[in-house]
């Protein structure tokens, strides 16, 4: 396997429960919360696992913003790159994991071959920019209310991700 490294952005720590559930799940990986993330970070490893949380009106995680300009100058191609997002789906039901479709798209950009999109069956919100072709971008997790699904759904998109990488 690849060099592979996990990045997330999580203000009350949900996005950090699920990169280190994906990690646990994927092994042999490491892990980095982006507030301490390099631009050497984006070089050195092969394979990148982008997540964050949803603020604001369909923000990204706010320490994901000064380590954006990294990710939009960063050569990925070659690189493969998977994205999950956090959200609420209820409360915030026009913007859910909006965050998600931002990591995706920047990725894209950059070059890089993405993997992991997912159903968006067993869902209800109004509408998402991480979803694309009916399909979210990446994995979708909601703690505030589907918390009891989390660990089944990182289990199945790990075990999907995982030949790729
Ligand atoms: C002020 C506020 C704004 C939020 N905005 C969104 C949003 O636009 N879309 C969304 O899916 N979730 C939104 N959320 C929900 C959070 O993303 C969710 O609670 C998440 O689990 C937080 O993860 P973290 O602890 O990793 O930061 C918002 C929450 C708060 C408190």
Do not use: H
Not at 48 to 66: P, R
Not at 79 to 91: E, I, M, P
């Amino acid at each position: 396997m690849k060099k592979t490294v996990i990045i997330y952005g999580s203000t009350t720590g949900n996005a950090a429960s699920a990169a280190e559930t994906i990690a646990a799940k994927l092994g042999n990986c490491d892990i980095k919360d982006v507030s301490t993330a390099t631009k050497d970070d984006l070089e050195n490893y092969d394979n990148l696992i982008l997540g964050s949380s949803t603020w604001g009106d369909g923000d990204l995680q706010d320490d994901w913003y000064s380590f954006l300009p990294n990710l939009k100058s960063a050569n990925l191609a070659g690189k493969t790159v998977a994205v999950f997002g956090v959200g609420d789906q209820y409360s915030y039901s026009t913007t859910y994991v909006n965050s998600m479709g931002e990591l995706y798209d920047t990725a894209k950009a950059a070059g890089a071959k993405i993997v992991g999109e997912t159903s968006t069956e067993g869902y209800s919100f109004d509408s998402s920019t991480a979803v694309r072709n009916d399909k979210f971008v990446g994995l979708a997790l909601d703690y505030d209310n589907q918390s009891d699904l989390s660990d089944s759904r990182i289990d199945s998109w790990v075990k999907q991700i995982l030949p790729e990488l």
